[in-house]
Structure formats: C-alpha cells, structure tokens
Nanobody
C-alpha cells in the first residue's frame, strides 16, 4: 500500500486548511489511519488517528478542538482538517496506515512522504 499526502501550503494564523491522504495499492478499509507531524528541529509527533469505520478517533492535546480527522473509504482517502491554525502547527505532516484497523493506538505500518504546512503571523 502507498500513501500520498497533499494539501500542505503556507497559511496565516487563524486560517483553515485541509490535508488529504490518498491510498493506493491496497485496501484502505483494512487500516486505521493516523496523522503525525514533525516540526522544524523536533521529533515526529502524533496528531490524530481514526479507525477503519471512523467509529473512534483520538487527538493530541495540542490539536484537540481545532483539528478533525476523517476518511472516505469509497475514495480511499483520508483527511485532516485544520481550523484556526497556529504558528506552532508549522511542520511536515505525514499520514500513516496503522497496523490494526480497529485500534487508534496501533503502530504505524506504512508512511506517506509528507506535506509541508507553514503557518505565519
């Protein structure tokens, strides 16, 4: 399975943005999906995850109430909607297929190449 992120761009603080993760070469519904990010000079960190049916989601405290994760299994695509972007949201954002379809805390198994989001004041 391959994952390709898109939608990253430069935005101003307070703007909204939607990232997409297109999945090919596999069955998307077999995986839970996660979004992670790596800010400049920092380690990669967890952002959000969703089970294969979308019945369960999880968010990091730093994005809770501002970000929303979603998926469309018919389109083999996952999404991360960012609302009220902050400067500290600047990072390379990665989507990942998680090893268990029903566990938002399962291990990332396949990574995308990442998409850059830059938030300025």
């Amino acid at each position: 399975v391959q994952l390709i992120e898109s939608g990253g761009q430069w935005v101003q603080a307070g703007d909204s943005l939607r990232l997409s993760c297109a999945v090919s070469g596999g069955t998307f519904r077999h995986y839970a999906m996660g979004w992670f990010r790596q800010p400049p000079g920092k380690e990669r960190e967890f952002v959000a995850a969703i089970t294969w049916k979308g019945g369960a989601t999880m968010y990091s405290d730093s994005v809770k109430e501002r970000f929303a994760i979603a998926r469309d299994n018919a389109k083999n695509t996952g999404y991360l909607v960012m609302i009220s972007a902050k400067i500290e949201d600047t990072a390379v954002y990665y989507c990942a297929a998680l090893s268990s379809p029903v566990a938002v805390t399962s291990t990332p198994e396949v990574w995308g190449q990442g998409t850059q989001v830059t938030v300025s004041s």
